[in-house]
């Protein structure tokens, strides 16, 4: 998996950019508030990223900071989000901004993303309230994905193709120790279905 990008940039695009790294062009999807952070062509530059893996299609995003990309994740855990409608909402302002507005329960801020509407709000808010937690020092803060077994599994089969709710369907009441036993016991039990 793709999980960073460093090097130069060769293309800056309102939607994308494209960052040579030893010599390979990575074309990453971005957002509006990443791209305000990446330089000019010719510029060296550092994104986090993530890889989706389709049967048609191989996307790759990036984004400025983990923050910012484990509000991606979590976005995409939601119903009817997807990664287009994802990096939609996290043009909309930073991070913590977006955070405090799901802590806010602010619906009329996702509403005004292009692709979401009342239902697709409040969905968003009630699936993410209670993965944003509240830190008294310095506001909303992402509650931060586990890196357990389970975490492991859920991601390799999101990275399979699977939606995150099927992925999380496929892993409800599996066992095992690793995340490469759970991911056979779900595989297992999508091809049995």
Do not use: N, W
């Not at 509240?134 to 699977?162: F, H, N, Q, T």
Request: with cysteine; proline share 4%.
């Amino acid at each position: 998996m793709i999980g960073m990008l460093r090097g130069e940039v060769a293309v800056r695009r309102t939607d994308h950019v494209v960052i040579l790294c030893g010599g390979v062009g990575y074309r990453a999807a971005v957002s509006a508030e990443t791209l305000r952070h990446v330089p000019a062509a010719g510029e060296e530059t550092t994104l986090h990223a993530h890889l989706i893996v389709r049967d048609d299609a191989l996307s790759l995003y990036g984004f400025h900071s983990e923050e910012e990309r484990d509000l991606f994740l979590m976005l995409l855990s939601v119903q009817a989000v997807g990664p287009k409608v994802a990096l939609a909402v996290l043009s909309g302002g930073t991070p913590r901004e977006l955070m405090a507005a799901i802590a806010g329960q602010d619906a009329a801020r996702f509403q005004a993303v292009p692709g979401i509407g009342k239902r697709t709000a409040e969905r968003i808010i009630v699936e993410l309230r209670d993965k944003v937690g509240e830190d008294a020092s310095s506001g909303p803060i992402v509650a931060r994905r586990g890196d357990g077994p389970m975490a492991l599994a859920r991601d390799g089969l999101i990275e399979l193709g699977y939606a995150p709710g099927e992925a999380e369907e496929l892993l409800r009441g599996a066992e095992g120790d690793s995340a490469e036993a759970l991911i056979a016991q779900a595989l297992r039990t999508a091809r049995a279905t």
